[in-house]
């Protein structure tokens, strides 16, 4: 069965500094990934995703994530947090039968 | 475009007492997901819809709870009996074609939180 791991459950930063989440998963077969943000107060939506090509793919609001296929990775990085990224941040793994699994999230809170 | 909705927002009830929960996607979104969501934890697929099909079930505790997607649109998710472990929030999430759904982005709604006395 697949797996998510989230590693940091909370992270806290201040504005202007570099964030890396880290993000693993178990599954052999092909994946498609997505990094999910919740703002307090509203829905989860969609920061980015991976299907194929590129490795470092780009989402709003200047998010980017790297995936590593050899170490089953799916970091997701900021150069330059500003409060307002203070959310939730999920990632997410599909297989290629639309199974979705979730890790169990970073609470990231920004100060500043 | 309007997004998925979904009701009640939140939901008190007693263990062993029943509850149902409404949810209705995008509209043309094929694929309707239920997810449970335990405070501090992600969520947790419970069932996958495609139109009114059920694609995956294997994680819904199938002697308490049920779902049903008639007409593809609209769904209901349904605990009866529920016991306080089912506290948590329940979120509907759509997204579009479902035979290539692990493509797609799913959109999600605003959940339901229940609190089992």
């Known amino acids: 069965a697949q797996s998510v791991s989230q590693h940091n459950h909370h992270v806290i930063l201040s504005e202007a500094a570099s964030l890396e989440l880290g993000c693993n998963y178990s599954?052999?077969?092909?994946?498609?990934l997505f990094w999910y943000v919740q703002y307090p107060g509203q829905h989860l939506q969609l920061l980015l995703k991976?299907?194929?090509?590129?490795?470092l793919v780009k989402g709003i609001k200047g998010f980017e994530a790297e995936f590593i296929k050899s170490k089953f990775s799916f970091n997701l990085r900021k150069p330059s947090v500003q409060w307002s990224d203070t959310a939730e941040y999920f990632c997410?793994?599909?297989?290629?039968?639309?199974?979705?699994?979730f890790g169990d999230g970073t609470t990231l809170t920004v100060k500043p | 475009e309007a997004g998925v909705a979904q009701s009640p927002r939140y939901k008190i009830i007693e263990k062993r007492q029943s509850v149902a929960f409404w949810c209705n996607p995008i509209?043309?979104?094929?694929?309707l997901y239920w997810y449970q969501q335990i405070l501090g934890q992600g969520p947790k697929l419970l069932i996958q819809?495609?139109?009114?099909?059920?694609?995956?079930d294997s994680q819904l505790p199938k002697d308490r709870f049920s779902a049903e997607r008639l007409k593809g649109v609209d769904s209901t998710l349904k605990i009866q009996p529920a016991k306080l472990e089912d506290s948590a929030v329940y979120l509907c999430?759509?997204?579009?074609?479902?035979?290539?759904?692990?493509?797609?982005?799913?959109?999600f709604g605003p959940g339901t939180r229940l609190t089992v006395l």
């Open positions: 991976y299907f194929s090509g590129d490795p």
């Open positions: 509209s043309g979104h094929a694929t």
């Open positions: 599954y052999g077969g092909t994946v498609n």
């Open positions: 999430a759509s997204s579009l074609v479902g035979l290539q759904s692990s493509y797609n982005e799913q959109f």
């Open positions: 997410a793994v599909n297989t290629n039968a639309g199974k979705s699994t």
């Open positions: 819809f495609q139109n009114n099909g059920v694609v995956d």
